[in-house]
């Protein structure tokens, strides 16, 4: 599905390096989503966007940065990357608000030594 | 903020039998229930939602089942096949906060 694409699809980084993860949608979607997705915690949302330049936290924000300085997308930084920030990274979007009916990106698998 | 508890976290059925997951969750003004499936190492698909003012909602073989009262929701899906073998999340949304279950993952043996 060509609507909503992550680069890259994997990453290894070091510890205290920056990374950036990409998130790229196609449908003029207001609502943008990063989640991290970890073993036995399902999908916990990082940062959301309900329009350029909007921006606040979800569950769990501490460590991670974003911005959205055009509607279609919305990148994710780790400032100073961290082994507890291994995992896999879904962009989200969608025309509701709140993340109700939205489409995923296919995944950044993210490990950091 | 919001809890989502899912059970059962593995769940293996016989092709063609029945497979129900259900989920509680705490915060009385969550108002949007979603599902999604995941294949091995693809992204979470929507596959059925159900808001606070219906019921039930069905979609050929899979339906969700809300019960306000009890803060539960159920999916179901009848005759199963192999290719419904993935993990399934739920979802309880409010305020823009969206909370998932941890996962249920589903096997359907042929």
């Known amino acids: 599905d060509a609507g909503i694409t992550q680069s890259p699809r994997y990453k290894i980084t070091e510890t205290g390096r920056q990374v950036t993860l990409m998130c790229h949608q196609t449908w003029s979607h207001s609502y943008m989503f990063w989640y991290r997705q970890d073993l036995g915690h399902g999908l916990r949302l990082i940062y959301y966007?309900?329009?350029?330049?909007?921006?606040d936290k979800g569950e769990v924000p501490d460590g991670y940065v974003v911005s959205r300085s055009k509607t279609e997308n919305f990148p994710l930084t780790l400032e100073s990357a961290t082994r507890s920030q291994t995992s896999v990274y879904f962009c989200?979007?969608?025309?509701?608000?709140?993340?109700?009916?939205?489409?995923f990106g296919q995944g950044t698998r993210l490990t950091v030594v | 903020g919001e809890n989502v508890e899912q059970h059962p976290s593995t769940l293996s059925v016989q092709e063609g039998d029945s497979a129900v997951i259900k989920c509680t969750y705490s915060d009385s003004a969550s108002n949007y229930f979603p599902w999604y499936k995941q294949e091995l190492g693809k992204r979470p698909q929507l596959i059925i939602d159900?808001?606070?003012?219906?019921g039930e909602k069905k979609d050929q073989r899979i339906a969700v089942t809300l019960n306000k009262t009890a803060k539960h929701f159920s999916l179901h899906i009848t005759e199963t096949q192999p290719e419904d073998s993935a993990v399934y999340f739920c979802a309880a949304y409010n305020n823009n906060d969206m909370r998932f279950g941890a996962g249920t993952r589903l096997t359907v043996k042929p």
């Open positions: 159900i808001r606070s003012n219906v």
């Open positions: 966007s309900a329009a350029a330049d909007i921006t």
């Open positions: 989200a979007s969608s025309e509701q608000p709140g993340g109700t009916e939205a489409f």
